[in-house]
């Protein structure tokens, strides 16, 4: 079954019958918002129901939107916290990367400007390892990011685009070995992307990001995992009444390969490991558990098939 | 930025100096300094690294006395001022108090102090009181905002405002004792240009 990353926006009224639906054939809602009056679901979509859905939210006015990120965590790495680098353009791209679905985390680095100083420190080189892609906000001269992205690349498995102000040809030239991806003329700016060109640049980012996700997803393809990160974050849901507690937005976070759980490691690591996916078949058989970095979370990378032999 | 009379930002790497460009302009709008500032330079060169921003203002506004923001009458030993500007007028009444005591500083309604003094009201030459310096608030706006231009890692920084005539230098490694040569070279450049 071939599960499709879609946004649905439609009206409060009935919206319980997208979200059955949804359940009923197969699929996963990762994220739900109810914004005044309006609904936005995010979710995983078997891709024979797709028009069914479509027919089903037509009387509802509600609208199906194929959103490539949804399903994906995605590190915005800002130089630092500071007025030079927030709320553009760090805000701005971690919001428009939210609109095509993406769950983005903004990782403010603590002394992280400056070509000769700038520093990434242990936590952060962590944290951004946790997320399926990062993207690095550098300034607008290349003598910087040229002297620089060895420090800030040390350690980094994910893929990261390389975002700046001199021109993607520029940023290739300069950046070696090779980023997993580029963005040129998106470097330093302090107003907000709001004209046609600026919004064009942002869509290029997406652009981006879905090319490189649609790579690790080719390269997860080869060898599936154990478990859909989405089937497993419903049994997470199913299964750990605490988690309805928690007031985040996103309590369970759904990866590309595993999902980050916000209750605290020590009283709930244990409870998830054991929670039985199917007959015989539990969380710590197909995932490993680690704490995450980020406060005390937990976070869970399922293993693959040629791991465990098995595919649940 | 068509009001200012000179504004240039150069840099030894054209792309990121025209980026830079953009950001002094939207920074120097966003700080409300158009009307303020004159003429302004800034030179960029990443590779030392150093950040070079010089610059003229226009007059200098004078230190704002009572008179200024306040209609001024006299009854025997009664002073009453009818405010007009109510942008100084915290500072005034510190000033008030500090001077005549606060048991003699009365404000009925929001626009009118009543000032009791023992002499004669109209000698009390009050209409002369300094309460604020403008220029001093212009400063510190106008060094935040090359601040906020600056690129972020130039932590170590220099600057004087004199006359009208201000400069701003910052670096990531340690400056000279003595910047005044480069600093000198941005004026002419900039006066060559007028």
Request: with cysteine; aromatic share 6%; glycine share 6%.
């Amino acid at each position: 079954m071939i599960l499709v990353p879609i946004t649905y926006k439609g009206g409060v009224f009935r919206h319980d019958e997208i979200l059955d639906l949804i359940e009923d054939v197969g699929g996963y809602i990762i994220q739900k918002h109810m914004i005044a009056q309006e609904v936005v679901l995010q979710a995983l979509v078997p891709k024979d129901d797709i028009d069914t859905l479509k027919k089903v939210s037509r009387p509802l006015a509600g609208e199906v939107i194929p959103a490539p990120l949804v399903g994906t965590e995605i590190a915005v790495v800002s130089m630092s916290v500071e007025i030079h680098h927030l709320p553009h353009a760090s805000c701005d791209i971690a919001e428009y990367l939210r609109t095509a679905g993406a769950k983005t985390n903004m990782v403010g680095l603590a002394r992280g400007f400056g070509k000769r100083i700038g520093l990434l420190s242990d936590e952060e080189r962590d944290i951004i390892n946790e997320h399926d892609l990062a993207i690095y906000l550098f300034g607008n001269f290349e003598t910087c990011i040229k002297e620089k992205m060895p420090t800030f690349r040390r350690g980094i498995k994910v893929p990261f685009i390389v975002c700046g102000g001199p021109s993607k040809e520029a940023l290739k030239k300069i950046i070696d070995p090779p980023a997993a991806g580029y963005i040129g003329g998106m470097g330093r700016f302090m107003h907000r992307t709001k004209e046609p060109h600026e919004i064009a640049m942002l869509d290029e980012i997406v652009a981006e990001v879905s090319r490189i996700i649609d790579q690790k997803r080719a390269m997860i393809a080869k060898d599936p995992l154990s478990v859909t990160p989405a089937r497993l974050m419903d049994i997470i849901l199913e299964n750990v009444p605490d988690i309805h507690e928690v007031t985040s937005p996103v309590p369970v976070v759904v990866q590309m390969d595993g999902l980050r759980v916000k209750l605290p490691y020590d009283p709930f690591a244990k409870e998830i490991k054991n929670i039985e996916v199917e007959s015989g078949i539990r969380i710590v058989d197909i995932c490993d558990i680690h704490p995450s970095r980020m406060r005390d979370y937990i976070l869970l990378k399922v293993k693959p098939f040629s791991e465990t032999g098995m595919l649940v | 930025m068509s009001t200012l009379e000179y504004f240039e930002v150069d840099s030894t790497e054209p792309v990121g100096g025209q980026l830079y460009r953009r950001i002094a302009s939207t920074v120097i709008t966003d700080h409300n300094l158009l009307k303020v500032l004159e003429r302004l330079r800034i030179f960029i060169d990443p590779a030392i690294p150093i950040f070079i921003a010089v610059g003229v203002t226009r007059t200098v506004p004078r230190t704002i006395t009572v008179s200024d923001l306040a209609g001024v009458t006299f009854d025997e030993q009664k002073i009453t001022l009818s405010i007009a500007d109510e942008t100084y007028l915290a500072n005034l009444l510190q000033f008030l108090w500090k001077e005549y005591g606060k048991d003699h500083v009365n404000q009925p309604d929001r626009f009118t102090i009543e000032v009791q003094i023992s002499g004669d009201a109209a000698e009390s030459g009050i209409e002369d009181l300094a309460v604020a310096d403008p220029s001093e608030g212009l400063y510190k706006d106008l060094i935040y905002s090359m601040q906020v231009i600056c690129p972020e890692g130039y932590k170590v920084k220099k600057q004087n405002f004199n006359n009208g005539r201000f400069w701003f230098v910052a670096s990531e490694n340690t400056l000279p004792e003595d910047v005044s040569s480069l600093v000198t070279e941005q004026f002419e450049i900039m006066g060559a240009a007028s």
